[in-house]
Antibody
């Protein structure tokens, strides 16, 4: 399973870091993807990181503003988003993905609500 | 960011079958067999139903099936049950430039 950190409230321009603790499988054999969902909206893929070799890909929309890391010693993945804006208010999900990041997302974390408000 | 096209809504009566489409392009759905489908109940995290076009993870009933023809993938739910009422999302690998993209989602109502 994937267990995420708690809700966050941030001001515009700040940064947020969401963590995702994996258990029940060999962490380094898979990747971790991040997906967000704005209130009442659909799912949006943000990027992924390979826990095997650290390779990562970010959606063009977030490049330069997001950093994803994976700590193999603790089985934890982290996603940091900088220069927050009000439209970054969303539930952020982590999900285990296949080793190449191309295919399935399973299981998903419970989600972390990030609220950006002045 | 590119988005796959899904109908906003679909509906069916208990016991019936319903098919949800997911239309992309020759650069994503049409190019790769990396289409997945997810079910999301209100207030819950998404759940994987189908991956790599037609494969079902263990524990997913065979009432859920996937297929693809050209640039369009489809999810069929047979023998509709009340608990199937949820939002359904497709996604696809889209190559090195866009990597992974999602559809806009389809709200399935069981009448």
């Amino acid at each position: 399973q994937m267990v995420q950190s708690g809700p966050e409230v941030k001001k515009p321009g700040a940064s947020v870091k969401v963590s995702c603790k994996a258990s029940g499988y060999h962490f380094v054999n898979f990747g971790v993807a991040w997906v967000r969902q704005a209130p009442g909206q659909g799912l949006e893929w943000m990027g992924w990181i390979s826990a095997y070799n650290g390779n990562r890909d970010y959606a063009q929309k977030f490049q330069g503003r997001v950093t994803m890391t994976a700590d193999t010693s603790t089985g934890t993945a982290n996603m940091e988003l900088r220069s927050l804006r009000s439209d970054d208010t969303a539930i952020y999900y982590c999900a285990r993905c296949d080793r190449l990041g191309l295919s399935w997302l399973d299981p998903w974390g419970q989600g972390t609500l990030v609220t950006v408000s002045s | 960011q590119s988005v796959l096209t899904q109908p906003p809504s679909a509906s069916g009566s208990p016991g019936q079958s319903v098919t949800i489409s997911c239309t992309g392009t020759s650069s994503d759905v049409g190019a790769y067999d990396y289409v997945s489908w997810y079910q999301q109940h209100p207030g819950k995290a998404p759940k994987l139903l189908i991956y790599e076009v037609y494969k079902r993870p263990s524990g997913v009933p065979d009432r859920f099936s996937g297929s693809k023809s050209g640039n369009t993938a489809s999810l069929t739910v047979s023998g509709l049950q009340p608990d199937d009422e949820a939002d359904y999302y497709c996604n696809s690998y889209a190559g090195r430039s866009n990597f992974v993209i999602f559809g806009g989602g389809t709200k399935l109502t069981v009448l």
